[in-house]
């Protein structure tokens, strides 16, 4: 019964080529099941085992497929025999032929033909399937997506597929995806993608098929209460605080305030910015549809520039509708600013900054340019050692300890935010959120961009936020008596004011 199944495989293999294809066929094959089942019945989770089970054995499944006709050829080319010759030479001893057995090579042919296209289209579906999962987003191409993988990882949506927010819905989204995402593994191979990936992410689906699905821009988040810890970098590393109120929501009479305003079903805001960067702003305008329009230009910017604003307007490319992107540009791919990073770990006590100058120290361990991650550990490691065994040799004896730790927490800092491979350093993908270095907030809420009448868009420091405290010993220092020779008092009386007033 088996026999003449494996007679037909002994048939196929006429030469090295055909032999080759079909052992990749039936191993790759053979290795798919086996795989499969065990990634069903979660025997094997692992990442890289879906990698394998549903790129590279699909692959050498077909690759073999491929060989078999290749090498069939080459064969009759060789020996110079006609098709049905060396079908009747492989498969049907003449012997056989006389007692109509000839059929069955069709029929075997059949069998497998179909073996394969089930085959094919299971392993394709399996493999579609995967494809939208995170875990191939993230590593398929591991050198270049590492550092999204890493940050995305840590975020608050960990648990979100990278599909969600970078696919969005329908078909053509879908198609769309397909077509660029192999544009990618294209340019990935040879090498010829830009480094760092450039941002803003123009494909983006809108914030409407995406963020929105699962949040709900009318929600009402009203006032967040942030206090951030920071520590000088100082022999103590004194911690100070800052404590602001952000006004994400405040509703003004019904009608939707403060932060979220932008996104209020009833507000319209659009922009056009430099090259389509999202930096520089040329003009914002704001439509709501009691009629109110205002148009906000860029006045140092009017002349040459205003130019490629006009063009823009008029060819109606680049210009922009203010979505949830363009705040919270790194909702997932979340990198720290070097200080604050510090900060952070040093406020949840995974480490006490009990050395002296451990902040500064450390600080100064993590922002060079180094080459590679290697030397980069390495480097973190002698500066701190360094620092302390010739400033401090007593201390640095006594407590190694505490050195190991702050190396440690210093090197986990640098491998999130930095990747030199993808040559992304410090700063290379800055957020939105905030007004860090006039960007964020203030590409608009500046005094540059002014409407017809000479109003500008405003940034009074209570607009978004009211200040509890700016670098103080307490969170809440301006709501207990201010200091009256303190050359802030002016800024804590108003302060306390506007917080009395809610
Ligand atoms: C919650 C939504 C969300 C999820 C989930 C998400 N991303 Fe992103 N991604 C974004 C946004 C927003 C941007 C920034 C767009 C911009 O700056 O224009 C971005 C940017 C990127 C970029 C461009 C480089 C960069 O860091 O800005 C890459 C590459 C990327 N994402 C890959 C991934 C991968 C891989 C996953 C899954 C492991 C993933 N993303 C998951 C929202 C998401
Ligand atoms: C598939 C659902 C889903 C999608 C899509 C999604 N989010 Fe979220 N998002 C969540 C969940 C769930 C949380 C809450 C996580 C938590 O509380 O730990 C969250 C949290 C957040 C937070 C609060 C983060 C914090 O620090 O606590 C922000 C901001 C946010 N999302 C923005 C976005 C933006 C912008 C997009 C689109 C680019 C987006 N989300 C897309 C599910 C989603
Ligand atoms: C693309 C331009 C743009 C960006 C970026 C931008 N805004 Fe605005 N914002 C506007 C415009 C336009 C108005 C309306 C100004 C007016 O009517 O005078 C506004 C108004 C506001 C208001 C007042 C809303 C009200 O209650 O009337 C707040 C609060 C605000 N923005 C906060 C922020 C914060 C916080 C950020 C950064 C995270 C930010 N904005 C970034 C354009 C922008
Ligand atoms: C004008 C800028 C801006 C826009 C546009 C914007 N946000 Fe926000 N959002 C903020 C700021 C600022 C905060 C407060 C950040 C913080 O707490 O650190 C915030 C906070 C949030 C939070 C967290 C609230 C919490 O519980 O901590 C969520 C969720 C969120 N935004 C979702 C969205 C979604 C979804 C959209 C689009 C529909 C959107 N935001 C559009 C600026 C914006
Ligand atoms: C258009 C809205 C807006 C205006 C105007 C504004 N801020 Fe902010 N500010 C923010 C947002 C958003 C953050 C980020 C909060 C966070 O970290 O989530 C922030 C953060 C801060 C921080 C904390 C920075 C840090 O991380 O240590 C300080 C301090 C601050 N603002 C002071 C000011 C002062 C002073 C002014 C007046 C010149 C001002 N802000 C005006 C929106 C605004």
Redesign the pocket.
């Known amino acids: 019964m088996y026999r003449k199944y494996i007679n037909f495989i002994r048939g196929l293999s006429v030469n090295r080529v055909g032999l080759t294809g079909v052992v990749l066929t039936t191993s790759a094959f053979i290795c798919f099941l086996f795989f499969e089942l065990l990634r069903i019945s979660r025997v094997l989770t692992n990442a890289y085992i879906g990698l394998i089970t549903y790129m590279l054995f699909p692959a050498l499944f077909i690759l073999g497929l491929i060989l078999i006709p290749i090498g069939w050829y080459r064969y009759r080319k060789s020996r110079k025999l006609s098709t049905k010759e060396i079908l009747a030479e492989r498969f049907i001893p003449r012997e056989m032929e006389a007692r109509g057995i000839g059929s069955r090579v069709f029929v075997t042919v059949s069998i497998f033909t179909i073996i394969n296209i089930i085959f094919i289209g299971a392993a394709g579906i399996r493999t579609l399937k995967f494809m939208d999962e995170s875990v191939f987003c993230g590593t398929a191409c591991h050198k270049v997506m590492n550092p999204e993988w890493t940050t995305y990882q840590v975020s608050p949506h960990a648990r979100v597929k990278c599909v969600e927010c970078h696919v969005g819905e329908g078909i053509t989204a879908l198609v769309d995806s397909k077509f660029s995402g192999l544009r990618q593994m294209v340019k990935a191979n040879f090498n010829t993608y830009t480094r760092p990936i450039p941002t803003p992410v123009h494909q983006l689906r809108p914030?409407r098929e995406t963020?929105?699905k699962c949040?709900w821009?009318e929600?009402f988040?009203g006032q967040?209460l942030?206090i951030l810890t920071r520590y000088d970098p100082d022999a103590a590393s004194t911690r100070r605080y800052v404590t602001l109120s952000?006004k994400?929501d405040t509703g003004k009479e019904a009608a939707k305030g403060g932060?979220?305003?932008?996104?209020a079903g009833e507000n319209e805001v659009r922009y056009a910015s430099i090259a389509d960067r999202r930096e520089e702003m040329l003009w914002v305008e704001k439509r709501q549809p009691n009629g109110t329009f205002k148009r906000f230009v860029n006045r140092p910017y009017a002349g040459s520039i205003q130019t490629e604003a006009k063009e823009r307007e008029r060819d109606n490319t680049g210009i922009r509708t203010?979505?949830?992107v363009?705040?919270?540009n790194r909702a997932t791919h979340i990198y720290e600013d070097p200080a604050h990073a510090l900060d952070d770990r040093f406020g949840k006590g995974l480490i006490r900054p009990v050395l002296p100058y451990a902040k500064r120290e450390m600080l100064a361990a993590i922002t060079p340019n180094y080459k590679n991650q290697e030397t980069a550990l390495a480097g973190i490691s002698a500066h701190l050692n360094g620092f302390y065994r010739r400033n401090y040799p007593q201390i640095a004896d006594r407590e190694q300890g505490t050195i190991d730790g702050m190396i440690d927490i210093a090197r986990d800092i640098y491998r999130r935010n930095v990747h030199p491979l993808m040559k992304i350093r410090w700063g290379t993908y800055p957020s939105?959120?905030?007004h860090e270095k006039n960007s964020g907030?203030f590409r608009c809420h500046n005094e540059h961009m002014q409407d017809e009448a000479g109003h500008i868009i405003s940034y009074d420091c209570t607009l978004?936020h009211s200040i509890l405290a700016y670098g103080e010993d307490s969170p809440f220092k301006y709501l207990e008596t201010p200091d009256k020779k303190s050359p802030q008092y002016k800024m804590h009386e108003f302060l306390r004011e506007e917080f009395l007033k809610k």
């Open positions: 914030a963020c929105e949040h821009p929600k988040y967040h942030k952000l994400i932060i979220h305003w932008h996104i203010m979505d949830c363009d705040c919270h939105f959120i905030g907030c978004c």
